[in-house]
């Protein structure tokens, strides 16, 4: 049962262009969201989160919008350039007494940008 | 942020056997974390390293397959065990702060293929 779904499993796009990267959840427990990159041979590095109590969280290029009655959330890259190629995971946890704060992934997205 | 390295980076090893990956932190952190991301799927919770104390493993790992130790607070291992072709991974450690951002952090990860 994956409770983190990333359905489309590659995007491709124009440099310059936006990028908009897509995932869906089940839990609704679920109450903080981040975004990872991750290049080959390399571990994820994480991009940007985003709290249950906001719907919206922009740094830079990136925002993450988060619409919570539709337990979907999405990245976008705005402009996108080359070197935003890379395979994309979104994450999810839930914070409850006595938990640690583990997450839970998606299968990722892989981000082609065409120069 | 923090400082992760991972050693091996890769290794090739034959079935019935086991290794160890060690996963060293340059600052100390609250939590460590093992996940293993097998060919084409997301990353997967294994367990938590708690420090001076027995790892709480997710469902379906077992101590007797992944031990792991965590002397202090900057360093942890992961045995993999009595290996089979099907724990080929990429095997990562993750660290977590603590507080209010639950953002976590990633080692390289340790690429094992076993035949």
């Known amino acids: 049962d994956q409770q983190v779904k990333q359905n489309s499993p590659s995007l491709s796009v124009q440099e310059g262009r936006i990028s908009i990267l897509n995932c869906d959840y089940t839990?609704?427990?679920?109450?903080?969201f981040l975004w990872y990159k991750k290049y080959p041979a390399e571990g994820p590095t994480f991009l940007i989160s985003?709290?249950?109590?906001?719907d919206k969280n922009e740094d830079g290029r990136f925002t993450v919008f988060l619409n919570k009655s539709a337990k979907h959330l999405s990245l976008h890259i705005v402009p996108s350039q080359p070197g935003d190629s890379a395979v994309y995971f979104c994450?999810?946890?839930?914070?409850?007494?006595?938990?640690?704060?583990?997450?839970?992934f998606g299968k990722g997205i892989t981000l082609s940008v065409r120069p | 942020s923090a400082v992760i390295s991972q050693k091996p980076s890769r290794d090739i090893c034959q079935r019935g056997t086991s290794l160890t990956i060690q996963c060293q932190v340059d600052?100390?952190?609250?939590?460590m974390f093992w996940y293993r991301q097998q060919p084409g799927q997301s990353l997967t919770l294994i367990a938590t390293?708690?420090?001076?104390?027995?790892?709480?493993?997710e469902s379906g790992f077992v101590i007797d397959k992944f031990p792991i130790s965590r002397p202090n607070l900057t360093f942890s291992t992961l045995t993999v065990s009595n290996m089979s072709p099907e724990d080929s991974s990429i095997y990562l450690c993750?660290?977590?702060?603590?507080?209010?951002?639950?953002?976590?952090?990633f080692g390289p990860g340790t690429r094992l293929t076993v035949l």
């Open positions: 993750s660290v977590d702060f603590g507080g209010r951002a639950r953002e976590q952090f």
């Open positions: 985003i709290s249950s109590i906001k």
């Open positions: 994450a999810a946890s839930a914070l409850y007494t006595g938990a640690n704060s583990k997450l839970t």
């Open positions: 390293a708690n420090q001076g104390s027995e790892a709480t493993y």
């Open positions: 600052s100390q952190v609250t939590m």
């Open positions: 839990n609704s427990m679920f109450d903080y």
